[in-house]
């Protein structure tokens, strides 16, 4: 197999695997108590279309761009992820989620 077709292979399966995920929520009606990482999903499954449009398109300029642009707002998303999964967890104890808040507000700054 060569190297362009695992790379093919391995970007529709990621791709396939974060659609998986989201009609997983959407059915079990998970996406009103996770809204950030339903929405998390969802983004990475809209940027790798876009992305694998742009890299077919072979302006390596641009992919570096939109692949950069795109990471820094998955990246931020990824934390909303996070905390959203930490608040969800630490639910009843709310000693340590008021820690945990305290604590992500204090590095956001």
């Not at 499954?45 to 998955?74: E, H, K, M, P, Q």
């Not at 967890?89 to 507000?105: C, E, N, Q, S």
């Amino acid at each position: 197999m060569s190297a362009q077709a695992l790379s093919l292979l391995i970007w529709i399966s990621v791709t396939v695997l974060h659609v998986s995920i989201c009609v997983f929520l959407w059915r079990k009606n998970l996406r009103q108590r996770y809204p950030i990482f339903f929405a998390y999903n969802a983004l990475h499954v809209v940027t790798s279309i876009i992305l694998f449009a742009v890299a077919r398109s072979g302006d390596a300029a641009a992919y570096f761009l939109a692949y950069w642009s795109i990471n820094a707002v998955r990246v931020g998303m990824g934390f909303g992820v996070i905390y959203e999964l930490f608040r969800t967890a630490l639910k009843p104890y709310h000693a340590l989620r008021d820690l945990g808040t305290m604590i992500f507000r204090r590095g956001a700054r």
